[in-house]
């Protein structure tokens, strides 16, 4: 029995190596993303957030915030 699991699993494992199975993973990621898609309704909002090397300074020297700038800072 034990001798059984581990030449299948020897098996399996060098068959995944040789990528036997991409083309299934492939397959299977692409249904769980449609089927995962459908529960969420597409939004038209979008934001932009234009950051730029002036934008870090001016944060730097009023509000001395260094970067990453904290998560309040994006709130709109």
């Known amino acids: 029995m034990i001798y059984s ?3 299948s699993f ?3 494992s060098i068959l995944s ?3 036997i199975f991409t083309s299934l ?3 299977l990621y692409d249904w769980r993303m449609k089927s995962s898609s ?3 309704a597409v939004s ?3 934001c932009y957030i234009g950051i730029d090397q ?3 300074n001016s944060a730097n020297r009023e509000k001395k915030w260094g970067w990453p700038w904290p998560r309040s800072s994006y709130a709109l």
Do not use: Q
């Open 5 to 7: 699991l581990l030449v």
């Open 10 to 12: 020897v098996f399996l």
């Open 17 to 19: 190596f040789a990528g």
């Open 25 to 27: 993973e492939n397959k």
């Open 38 to 40: 459908k529960k969420f």
């Open 44 to 46: 038209d909002d979008f």
């Open 54 to 56: 002036d934008s870090i």
